[in-house]
T-cell receptor, first 118, second 113 residues
Framework: AQKITQTQPGMFVQEKEAVTLDCTYD???????LFWYKQPSSGEMIFLIY??????QNATEGRYSLNFQKARKSANLVISASQLGDSAMYFC???????????????FGKGTKLSVKP | DSGVTQTPKHLITATGQRVTLRCSPR?????VYWYQQSLDQGLQFLIQ???????AKGNILERFSAQQFPDLHSELNLSSLELGDSALYFC????????????FGSGTRLTVV
């Protein structure tokens, strides 16, 4: 069965510094997708970045980048130049197997609570 | 506004009662997914519907059921509610396979007292 592990329950980072949030995954599938979501205290789930298993380059979206190491089965999120508004829960997720014309559901890690200090 | 609409936003009800949570997916999306987020269990996948048909089932209790209607909106029915059912229930939608990802609604906060 697929599994996502986030080993950092909470992290602190100084404003304007970079921070790495860890995520490891377990799957026997060759084709899979990895996602990161942000959940601020207001509760909504905000999509940040996506990495496909066959993508040769690491994904980047603005200040977010994904450090994808396939052999190690890790997909760490790097946030550069942290801002106070980055304080939130961050979830790593993997898409389960696609079926027919639909995308498979997501399975989530337990999340990392990031606090940005001024 | 993400394009996925969930109602109601908040719900308080007593143990033993039954409630219905509603989700309207983003325009054009055929898949709807339901998730439960609680403090002790994290984000758990409950069930997926695709174009009206059940596509995948996760850790959904027998007391819970769902369906997707011809207009693609979905309802999650929770019955014989227990205190432990108190959680944030998310609905997400996605298009056909691709890189569009998943769009989440703002959730329904259910409190069972």
């Amino acid at each position: 069965a697929q599994k996502i592990t986030q080993t950092q329950p909470g992290m602190f980072v100084q404003e304007k510094e970079a921070v790495t949030l860890d995520c490891t995954y377990d799957t026997s599938d060759q084709s899979y997708g990895l996602f990161w979501y942000k959940q601020p205290s207001s509760g909504e789930m905000i999509f940040l970045i996506y990495q496909g298993s066959y993508d040769e380059q690491n994904a980047t979206e603005g200040r977010y980048s994904l450090n994808f190491q396939k052999a190690r089965k890790s997909a760490n999120l790097v946030i550069s130049a942290s801002q106070l508004g980055d304080s939130a829960m961050y979830f790593c997720a993997m898409r389960e197997v696609n079926y027919g014309g639909s995308q498979g559901n997501l399975i989530f890690g337990k999340g990392t609570k990031l606090s940005v200090k001024p | 506004d993400s394009g996925v609409t969930q109602t109601p936003k908040h719900l308080i009800t007593a143990t033993g009662q039954r409630v219905t949570l509603r989700c309207s997916p983003r325009s054009g999306d055929l898949s709807v997914y339901w998730y439960q987020q609680s403090l002790d269990q994290g984000l758990q996948f409950l069930i997926q519907y695709y174009n009206g048909e059940e596509r995948a089932k996760g850790n959904i209790l027998e007391r819970f059921s769902a369906q997707q209607f011809p207009d693609l909106h979905s309802e999650l029915n929770l019955s014989s509610l227990e205190l432990g059912d108190s959680a944030l229930y998310f609905c997400a939608s996605s298009a056909r396979r691709g890189l569009d990802g998943y769009t989440f609604g703002s959730g329904t906060r259910l409190t069972v007292v």
